[in-house]
């Protein structure tokens, strides 16, 4: 798959779970479902401008008929293991609920990116889950999925 192919299929399938987001906040309070709302909508127009970059990259290659870095093919392996993670995480929502699941994300990722000292990795999962906590819980009042853990 070449580059330019991944990113339509990205921002397809991302525009999917941004409609299904929509759809998801309706069952909030509407205090409550303003900011998930902004930050669907952020994200939706972003993952549109990946979809017509996409368009115009592959235009502008066959164009001028030269092989450019979006043409090449991709590894599919990291892309793989991104996606398994993300599932994995939308998994641990359920399971863990929203803050216990964020921090085992968070140290999962850390860990498996080479060169970061672990002391850095566990300092920024906590400082992350402590600002969760006052945007969604103190400042927003988001309800969040709750799981077995908190």
Known sequence: MKQYMQDRFISVCGLAFV???FWL???????????????LACIG???VLLGIESVVTERRLKATGKEALMALPMNLGPFLVVVAA?????????????????????????????GVKRQVILAFAIC????????FTVLFNVPLPRGLLF
Do not use: N, Q
């Not at 993300?86 to 929203?98: E, H, K, R, S, T």
């Open 19 to 21: 409609g299904g987001g």
């Open 25 to 39: 906040c309706t069952y909030y309070e509407a205090d409550s479902a303003f900011f998930p709302r902004i930050c």
């Open 45 to 47: 127009f972003l993952l």
């Open 86 to 114: 993300l599932v994995a995480y939308g998994a641990g929502l359920v399971i863990l609920g929203f803050y216990s699941a964020s921090v085992v994300f968070l140290l999962a990722v850390g860990f498996l990116w080479k």
């Open 128 to 135: 992350m889950l402590i600002f969760l906590y006052v945007c």
